[in-house]
């Protein structure tokens, strides 16, 4: 094993064992938490360790990334998170090499996938739960109409909800935020359409996904911890 496998397996070791203390202290078990390892800073050949140190189920922003990855890594089993924006002429592409996307924020989008998906996607819609104009997602009174909407599609399968803290305040803000995602999923569970769950909550990343699942984080979104000390 090299210098840099092993430094990053003892990464995934930590960032699970933290995962497992902040899923005590919100009263479940490690299993119930999806570690996605985020790797659009890195080679394909450095992903390769974060796999043989049991994490599968990665998560790229870009889907010309995840396409350039997804064909390197074709040998090895994954299951590809698409967790930022897909415009619509990447979606035939894009949606035969991803398990879940963390990303649906528009009706066109929800088209697109119904349109071009054969098999049912599992979906998350991106909340911008902050309310910062920078970011992108629905905004949360915007969700309920969508949920109505989408449950008329065959081949999506909205499964929950995805969001980011707002970029000042730190840990106590994100903690704002992850409570208010996790309060908003809460309102909408009751009435939801069927076919539509809401059962996941993917929050959380490198500097703060000790507090989303504090908050109630189904899946976090981890990069830079799980690369930490290693030359890439």
Request: net charge negative; proline share 4%.
């Amino acid at each position: 094993m090299t210098n840099e496998a092993a430094r990053i397996a003892e990464n995934v070791a930590g960032v699970r064992g933290r995962i497992a203390d902040a899923a005590a202290r919100s009263g479940r078990q490690a299993s119930q938490i999806t570690l996605v390892a985020v790797t659009k800073y890195v080679s394909a050949e450095m992903v390769r360790p974060l796999i043989a140190a049991g994490c599968i189920d990665l998560g790229e922003s870009r889907p010309q990334q995840l396409w350039e990855k997804a064909a390197a890594l074709a040998d090895v089993p994954v299951r590809w998170h698409l967790i930022g924006h897909l415009q619509r002429n990447k979606v035939r592409r894009t949606l035969p090499l991803v398990t879940m996307m963390h990303s649906v924020d528009s009706s066109r989008l929800l088209s697109a996938i119904e349109e071009e998906q054969l098999d049912t996607l599992p979906v998350l819609l991106e909340v911008n739960i902050s309310g910062e104009a920078a970011k992108q997602g629905l905004a949360p009174k915007a969700i309920e109409p969508f949920l109505v909407e989408a449950a008329g599609y065959r081949h999506v399968a909205i499964c929950g909800l995805m969001g980011m803290a707002g970029l000042e305040g730190g840990l106590e803000t994100a903690r704002r935020d992850f409570a208010a995602l996790r309060e908003l999923r809460d309102r909408l569970r009751p009435r939801c359409p069927a076919g539509v769950t809401l059962d996941e909550l993917s929050m959380g990343m490198s500097g703060d996904f000790e507090v989303a699942i504090e908050e109630g984080a189904t899946i976090v979104r981890v990069g830079s911890a799980l690369f930490e000390e290693v030359t890439q």
